[in-house]
């Protein structure tokens, strides 16, 4: 868990009210420039509430007789498009990437149902941490010049991160030192997935699945209604009814997360376990009546002894 402090600082830094302070580490992340308005101006409102609490805003502006966009008649008809600009049509990709992303958690509330949200500021740091795009080089323009009075050569080199290659003695040490973790590590995560069905789609990621299910420690059903969402997801995305999902395991922990809460709602898994089940129902063919007394040839008992195999087969 990312220290309170930190998180908060992301969502201060983010933006404020009327100007939205766009974060190009954001965008370089997400690969999107709309999400990353969506999300900075989402942040803003995060600061304003406070972390791990819930806000509602409207989808659509105000408009006048003519159909343009006038300001908000008071505060609670603040909406994303007057703050953002963004149409109906951008905003819902913005949020199907960043939800997809575990970036923005999304819940309906009240009666009638509005539409809450609420940014997941410890993925966000993570997620930024883990794609390297809060570096501590500045941009061009304000790169100081390494040969300055004084300075030695070697200054060349601070604040660069080591190459990909490079690996520490420590390092090195232990991963030849420890050849029966990766093994034991392994042997645990066969021991959550026994008995999940694991589908072909999330077949490739079940070692990725297996952590995610042993950290949270979900088994039995859950583990199983996961697994499903999971696949689905997958396979939409493949079918291109998905945004991409970059990193599998911060995906999971968002979903675990939300099953946790509450808030879980398998929309991908719930068509999945549907054709998995009707794939597995048990199908006897039919047995000719025979009549009380009536002798049992040979063909009527070679017919039952089939339907018997055929329906133990299945079970």
């Not at 093994?183 to 995560?189: L, S, Y």
């Not at 997801?233 to 509450?262: F, P, T």
């Amino acid at each position: 868990m990312t220290e309170p402090r930190l998180t908060h600082l992301v969502a201060k830094l983010m933006g404020n009210q009327e100007v939205i302070s766009f974060s190009p580490a954001i965008a370089r992340a997400i690969g999107d420039v709309e999400a990353t308005v969506f999300l900075c101006q989402a942040c803003y409102w995060q600061s304003i509430v406070g972390p791990g609490e819930w806000f509602y805003k409207l989808r659509d502006a105000e408009r006048d007789d003519e159909g343009g966009i006038v300001p908000p008649s008071d505060a609670s008809r603040q909406s994303w498009e007057w703050e953002t600009a963004l149409s109906r049509s951008r905003q819902e990709s913005a949020r199907r990437k960043l939800t997809g992303l575990g970036l923005l958690e999304e819940k309906r509330r009240e009666v009638p149902a509005k539409l809450f949200y609420r940014v997941n500021l410890d993925r966000l740091t993570g997620f930024l941490l883990e794609n390297f795009q809060l570096a501590g080089i500045p941009p061009t323009g304000r790169q100081k010049s390494s040969r300055q009075a004084g300075a030695s050569q070697t200054s060349k080199m601070e604040g660069k991160r080591p190459s990909s290659n490079t690996k520490t003695t420590a390092e090195i040490t232990q991963t030849t030192s420890t050849p029966s973790a990766a093994a034991d590590a392994n042997a645990d995560v066969g021991r959550v997935l026994n008995g999940v069905v694991v589908e072909k789609w999330a077949e490739p990621h079940k070692e990725v699945l297996g952590r995610a299910l042993m950290q949270a420690q979900l088994n039995g059903v859950a583990a199983q209604e996961i697994a499903d969402e999971f696949a689905g997801a997958l396979e939409a995305e493949a079918n291109g009814k998905h945004v991409g999902i970059r990193s599998k395991r911060g995906w999971l922990n968002h979903v675990i997360e939300l099953y946790k809460k509450g808030g879980f709602d398998p929309d991908y898994g719930r068509a999945l376990k549907a054709r998995r089940q009707s794939t597995q129902r048990v199908h006897v063919p039919h047995v000719p009546y025979v009549k009380p007394g009536q002798d049992l040839v040979e063909p009527q008992l070679n017919i039952i002894r089939t339907s018997l195999k055929r329906a133990r087969g299945n079970l």
